[in-house]
């Protein structure tokens, strides 16, 4: 995908010595695996299937066939009984670089990249590991490099879709220098595009294309201001509906979708009218804002795991900054109305996190939330699959159906019929490797 040109050179010469070695490698059928499923989630039509038999081939879907399928010779067998399996999991809205603590706010003074990219590896074995083959990190330094190296097979981790630095204007939510003391202020300099803050259009572009030179998949903004940053607001509109637009236009011409924070009305409605292609958290969303997105399209990801985290840790003094405190609670507590009231306005709904806020692995449980919140489990599910793909802007995924990577999960139950099965899952396959098995009953 996007591999380094000496990565390039390293495979080019690996693939002649396997030539070498092998001298029919064309006619040599490399090995099948089939995946015995008692139950099989259709994401497309939001069904339960009964037994199922995957057929996996070289990280691709083969073939799935109705019941225990007879195979061809040779074919390696994994039996998942009791199992209901489905298309591994996309969690559009997580932050590997980071997990909130009580010290977050004075690890940014003392810790340097390279301990928040040490962190992140374990993030993203745990996040794989819990079911979710895809994330989209919205946010942060670390994860473009982090892609690459679980591309590359150096880390165990999600397929990343990577935002790399935020885009925000000064003083909003995603301002890096936010809460610095005036000298430290002065010394550094007021931050840029290169930084991700911008006050203009042309600033807007020239931070949009920073992001394709450092790497990105996709451009975050902060459309209004939040919760965790150190300042005051966190629902005041941060951008101009004509900030929004040149950003937006500037990554379609790098085919790059746009995703916005954002937690008030207006703030929202800007970035709906500027075409951004998903609104996240959308806590303060009124009914204008919902119609807005049904025209428009756009999709909205509650992430209402953070909220509950956010407004339960405000609870305990000294966990947040006292700034942080009240737009803790008064935001937090809102986000899972939000979710079920948009479900029911015709809003279309994709699966977020927000992990990084709360503890990396435990993102299922927004299927708790969701279903809690009045959605059905099986329109969850795929919110967290074939929804999070059209989100993503990418085919091959989100859907078991021959031709797509093989990203296959599996959990005990039948989560649609009682959705705390999502947090047992117990089999993991990305890009066909299997990741993580039960034992043998
Ligand atoms: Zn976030």
Known sequence: MRLKPVVLILLASQAAVAAESSPTPETTPSPAQALHCE??????????????????????????LPGRAKLA????????????????????????????????????????????????VG????????GFTSVRDLGGGVSPHLRD???QGLVKGPRIFAAGKSIATTGGHADPTNGFNSEL???????????????????????????????????????????????????????TVEEVRAIVETADDYGYKVAAHAHGAEGMKRAVLGGVTSIEH??????????LMKQKGTWYVPTIYAGRFVADKARIDGYFPAIVRPKAIRIGSQIQQT???AYKNGVKLAFGTDMGVGPHGDN??????????????????????????????????????TGKRADIIAMPGDPVAEIDNVMKVDFVMKDGVVHRQPAIE
């Open 185 to 239: 202020e002065h010394l550094l300099g007021p931050p840029g595009p290169t930084e991700g803050v911008i006050n203009s259009i042309d600033d807007a572009r020239q931070a949009v294309r920073q992001r394709y030179k450092d790497g990105s998949d996709v451009i975050k903004i902060t459309a209004t201001g939040g919760v965790l940053s150190y300042a005051k607001s966190a629902d005041a509109p941060q951008f």
């Open 282 to 291: 959308g806590t303060e969303m009124t009914d204008e804002v919902m119609s």
């Open 73 to 120: 010779d040779g074919t390696q067998s994994i039996v998942l009984t009791g199992r209901t399996c489905m298309p591994g999991w996309t969690d559009l809205h997580v932050h590997l670089g980071q997990q909130s603590n009580p010290q977050s706010y004075s690890e940014g003074f003392r810790l340097d990249p390279t301990d928040y990219a040490f962190r992140s």
């Open 149 to 151: 190296a679980v591309n």
């Open 339 to 341: 979710a079920g009231r």
């Open 39 to 64: 139950r099989l989630f259709d994401a497309r039509s939001g069904k339960m299937l009964g037994e199922h038999t995957i057929v996996v081939r070289e990280g691709k879907i083969a073939s799935v």
């Open 364 to 401: 299922a449980r927004e299927f708790l939330y969701m279903v809690e919140a009045g959605i059905p489990a099986s329109y969850a599910l795929q919110a967290a699959t074939v929804h999070a793909a059209t989100v993503l802007g990418v085919d091959d995924q989100g859907v078991i159906e």
């Open 123 to 130: 993030y993203a074995e745990k996040t794989l590991m819990a």
